[in-house]
């Protein structure tokens, strides 16, 4: 299945910070009703994130389909996932491009919204301190680069920990986002 950007960076976002994350799950009919669908993605830590990601919504009308989504994905998760009940859940929209009316209809319906390249810089933030730990104290950090070992990330991260190595990532904009949201910036390359 092909996955959407919104929903490659949010299960690595939530895996960075060592969440247990499931995507696509099941929704099956609750109470009789004929609905059935999944969740891009359940994430479970300190809290429950139950995840509906959009790379785009085409319009007004899809926000509804979303709001429902969530709402079925709620009631099915705290049934079959029982263990979970005592946890806070929390309903959000990750998305790329959307309405204004369709993210003020998600608040009013108590749903998070979060714009894609926010969610990117988070991510990055996380990558980026993942990788700091990972390489702290070395020695052998060339000079322009942040990090030598890369070697145990695959995919998206490894990718992504390639880009910000080789400045191919604009760290100015990322720390706009970063600040925006009260995160520190991304560490600097070494001198």
């Not at 994130?49 to 709620?74: G, Q, T, Y």
């Amino acid at each position: 299945m092909k996955y959407s950007n919104s929903e490659l960076i949010v299960e690595r976002y939530y895996r960075l910070r060592k969440w247990l994350v499931e995507k696509d799950v099941p929704i099956l009919p609750q109470n009789g009703k004929r609905f059935w669908g999944d969740l891009d993605i359940l994430a479970v830590g300190d809290e429950v994130h139950i995840i509906s990601c959009k790379d785009f919504l085409p319009s007004n009308k899809e926000i509804d389909r979303v709001i429902k989504n969530l709402e079925n994905a709620e009631i099915f998760i705290r049934k079959e996932y029982n263990y979970l009940k005592n946890k806070k859940f929390k309903k959000i929209y990750v998305y790329g491009g959307s309405g204004k009316k369709s993210i003020e209809k998600a608040h009013k319906n108590g749903i998070e919204t979060i714009e894609l390249k926010e969610l990117l810089a988070k991510y990055f933030k996380e990558l980026d301190s993942y990788l700091s730990k990972m390489n702290f104290g070395r020695t052998d950090i060339g000079k322009g680069k942040r990090y030598t070992i890369v070697g145990e990330l695959e995919g998206l991260d490894k990718f992504m920990s390639f880009l910000l190595n080789n400045n191919f990532i604009n760290d100015e904009t990322v720390n706009k986002l970063l600040e925006k949201n009260n995160i520190d910036k991304l560490s600097k390359p070494k001198q």
